[in-house]
């Protein structure tokens, strides 16, 4: 990152007018030939891009979090409109708390107002919706005239004792106690599937306006009498959008401690001030330039105005050190900014390329929102190159630094050349891993860590590790509603969906339901399976029904009459077993919980059925498996698309960054220096996954580029001034303490800065927020302590070329 010039005292310049304005680069010419226009353009920005950061949007989609090149989704996505609610769905439950059950009248008024007051809101895919209040919902019953039904609720209900009693009949009749009526009868369920847009202005659905609408709406219902819970992905972004409110108030905080590191650093206030107000004005471009370009804020994309802020602080603030030195050796203060840019503008411009390439190679993970997270960080560290490089030294070229922390940063380079001091301390023993006794020790330790992280780390899964929301915390309202609705009801919201695909009126044939049948049969006997419904077992039950219930009869009959009869029956006693032209039926798993293991052995299940059998001899119609529906089949496709992309990003994230160092040191030997502790880093964060019960998926899944992109730093910093200074005949031990001594402290900086800018996450009420905040303080400063101990004992073996044996000469005769 460094270069040579980083080392080379300039001269001390106490007069503008004896310095020649037209020396540095044509850049550095044209920048501070010109500050008031520079100052004024960046002024202009701040106001304009401020104005549209204002009016950014915090919402998330549905289809953006999952990966939609996936076979799976692509499947989902064909066939989505012929299987309503087996997607994007909000699970509404109403409690009797009043001692009694559901067939009590003033219960039913509550569940009725429930039930039209969601039907009303905007988003509600409304002709598939289930209660006990909607026509959809029906009974079937077999009388000597063959197969009768009608919606649950009877046609003439109206509160009386008759029509309760016949409402208690239906509800037996319709089989619905288990799915959308709880196994205590204290309690009924309201199924309702989401649209993808909002039907009057045809935008993406706000999830925070809905989730705003089933609080004022549905959950104001709430009473001593009656409870509500309510669940589904639309809920769960609502609430992670409602605790965003929470986290951006984490952000002033970070401002804060972040703040008070670079202080202790500069002790000087108007730098302080300058470095944090340069930061937050690079977050504010970064947000109003992700509004212009039509993006939004969504939990997952949070953590970049904190990543912003944070690298745009710590890289700012290792333009005190010079500036400090030089105004301390008596430098005018424009002087002083003139120097600071000179030596600092290539390598801090090579530092910011290669945190792009760090977040850029995320665009790989065929994963919406991941992709949104790499372009949107991309533009944000671009963003820094104007506020970091150039706004910096042209706004201290006009306000300086005070002359007490100028003095003070020369005295403590003294005491540090005089070895007084604790940094003198640490820097002796760190400099004592330059010899082979403290290298050994450092290596053999660090492969010890790594190698038991090593172990410990086989044991990541891919995936969500927790029942519930595992985004939100376990004592969220959330949660406590899902644990509820999961406890009292047979059929979970986890559903596991194969899509069995024939012709037009494919489905009623032998063939194909005997093999959905045999699928439903498997997939019961998984473990995690619940149960499952699908047009096969329907039938099975009609055909039985229709011959006066005997169970000698509850089979799929070779007799085509009597399944075309029994699966009309079905598709009028249930709509939505298949659609219209009985070629597209789903068969549903409901699954106790969508944790990884569970559902990897559904898939794999799955996978090995439908690769056996959808050329079977037998079926000849074209009958075909494809999977998945449902929120556990999308979750299973994600969960393959995060396994596959983690090692994607490896090769893409390592590679990158090993390029860019071989350029930037042009020495392979460098590079393995530089790259081995990033290494280890990402290991010993695996485990640590491991040992906090976090699980690799969508939310966690940046953090390891992230971690790399940005760790990669500290090498850049002590290994460009080392590599130079050994380049011009200085022993490794020497260039090692110099490079300590130039650099030391703004990579200790740079890492508890960058720490402090997000370990505030771990008080989020968002899991998944506090889990990354962890890990990637953790990344931060590992790195950070990595690079300060592995370089010398790596650079001991690698860079630690030995003098050459000077000839012996003749002696003269």
Avoid at 66 to 94: C, D, H, M, T
Avoid at 386 to 392: A, D, E, M, R, Y
Wanted: with cysteine; glycine share 8%; proline share 4%.
């Amino acid at each position: 990152m460094s270069g040579p010039a980083q080392t080379v005292t300039m001269p001390v310049v106490r007069d503008p007018a004896d310095f020649d304005t037209q020396s540095g680069s044509l850049l550095e010419r044209l920048v501070f030939n010109h500050r008031i226009t520079v100052l004024l353009l960046c002024g202009v920005a701040t106001l304009v891009l401020g104005f549209f950061a204002a009016q950014l949007k915090v919402n998330a989609s549905f289809e953006r979090m999952i990966p939609a090149s996936s076979p799976y989704i692509q499947n989902y996505f064909k066939y989505k409109k012929e299987l309503p609610g087996l997607g994007n769905s909000i699970r509404i439950v109403v409690e009797n708390r009043s001692g009694g059950d559901i067939f009590d009248p003033a219960y039913q008024e509550v569940l009725r107002k429930a039930n039209d007051a969601v039907f009303l809101v905007p988003g509600v895919d409304r002709s598939w919706m289930k209660s006990l209040w909607m026509p959809i919902v029906r009974w079937r019953q077999v009388t000597e005239e063959g197969v009768t039904g009608g919606p649950v609720m009877p046609a003439n209900y109206d509160g009386s004792a008759a029509s309760i009693d016949q409402l208690r009949s239906n509800v037996a009749r319709a089989g619905i106690v288990g799915s959308l009526v709880a196994n205590d009868l204290k309690s009924s369920m309201i199924v309702v599937p989401l649209l993808d847009r909002h039907p009057q202005t045809g935008k993406p659905l706000d999830y925070g306006e809905l989730s705003e609408a089933l609080e004022s709406k549905i959950r104001s219902l709430e009473s001593e009498r009656t409870g509500v819970y309510i669940v589904g992905f639309g809920k769960i972004v609502g609430d992670l959008i409602d605790g965003l409110k929470q986290v951006m108030q984490f952000f002033a905080v970070s401002v804060l401690i972040a703040g008070f590191f670079v202080y202790f650093y500069t002790r000087c206030w108007r730098s302080t001030l300058l470095l944090v107000t340069t930061a937050i004005a690079g977050v504010v471009w970064l947000l109003g330039l992700m509004q212009l370009l039509g993006y939004e804020l969504d939990p997952y994309s949070i953590l970049v105005p904190f990543l912003i802020f944070a690298i745009g602080l710590s890289h700012g603030a290792q333009k005190m050190n010079g500036i400090l030195q030089d105004v301390g050796r008596g430098t005018h203060k424009y002087v002083a900014a003139r120097y600071t840019f000179r030596r600092l503008f290539m390598a801090g411009l090579t530092a910011l390329l290669t945190n792009i390439v760090g977040f850029a190679v995320l665009v790989i993970i065929d994963i919406p929102v991941i992709r949104d997270l790499a372009i949107t960080t991309s533009i944000g560290v671009t963003v820094l190159i104007f506020t970091k490089l150039v706004l910096i030294p042209v706004t201290l070229s006009y306000i300086g630094v005070s002359a007490s922390a100028a003095q003070r940063a020369l005295a403590e380079e003294g005491e540090l050349h005089a070895d007084r001091g604790v940094r003198a301390l640490v820097w002796a023993a760190l400099d004592r891993l330059t010899e082979r006794r403290g290298a050994v020790v450092a290596i053999a330790v660090s492969a010890v860590v790594t190698a038991i992280s090593s172990v410990v780390m086989m044991d990541l899964r891919i995936g969500d590790l927790d029942p519930g929301a595992p985004e939100l915390r376990k004592d969220s309202r959330y949660n406590l509603d899902n644990a509820y609705i999961t406890s009292r009801y047979g059929l979970s919201s986890d559903q596991f969906v194969a899509i069995m695909v024939t012709p037009d009126d494919g489905c009623r044939l032998y063939g194909s339901l005997r093999l959905m049948d045999e699928l439903a049969l498997q997939l019961r006997a998984t473990e995690g399976v619940q149960a499952t419904t699908s047009l096969a077992e329907t039938t099975r039950f009609i055909t039985s029904a229709l011959s006066e219930g005997s169970g000698k009869w509850l089979t799929l009959s070779r007799d085509q009459a009597l399944t075309n009869a029994a699966v009309g029956a079905a598709m009028i006693a249930s709509p939505d077993i298949t659609n219209t032209s009985c070629s597209v039926s789903p068969l549903v798993a409901y699954l106790t919980d969508h944790k990884a293991d569970t559902v990897a052995r559904v898939l794999k299940v799955s996978e090995d059925f439908a690769n056996r059998y959808n050329s079977a001899p037998d079926v000849k119609d074209g009958t075909r498996f494809l999977l998945a529906a449902g929120s556990a089949g999308i979750e299973a496709a994600t969960n393959i698309e995060v396994e596959s992309g983690i090692v994607k990003m490896y090769l893409a994230v390592y590679g990158a960054t090993a390029l860019l160092c071989l350029v930037t040191f042009r020495s392979v030997r460098a590079t393995i220096v530089a790259m081995i502790p990033l290494v280890i880093t990402t290991i010993l964060c695996k485990a640590l996954m491991v040992w906090l019960g976090i699980g690799l998926k969508v939310a966690t899944l940046p953090v390891i580029a992230v971690g790399v992109g940005v760790g990669v730093d500290y090498a850049l910093y002590l290994l460009s001034v080392q590599i130079a200074l050994q380049r011009r005949g200085a022993s490794l031990a020497e260039a090692y303490r110099k490079s300590l001594d130039f650099t030391g402290r703004v990579v200790a900086l740079v890492g508890v800065t960058m720490a402090a800018g997000v370990i505030t996450w771990a008080w989020s009420p968002i899991k998944f927020q506090a889990d990354m905040g962890i890990l990637l303080a953790f990344m931060f400063l590992w790195n950070m302590v990595g690079a300060l101990v592995l370089i010398p004992a790596l650079s001991h073996f690698l860079l630690n070329p030995k003098p050459q044996p000077v000839a012996p000469q003749a002696v003269p005769a």
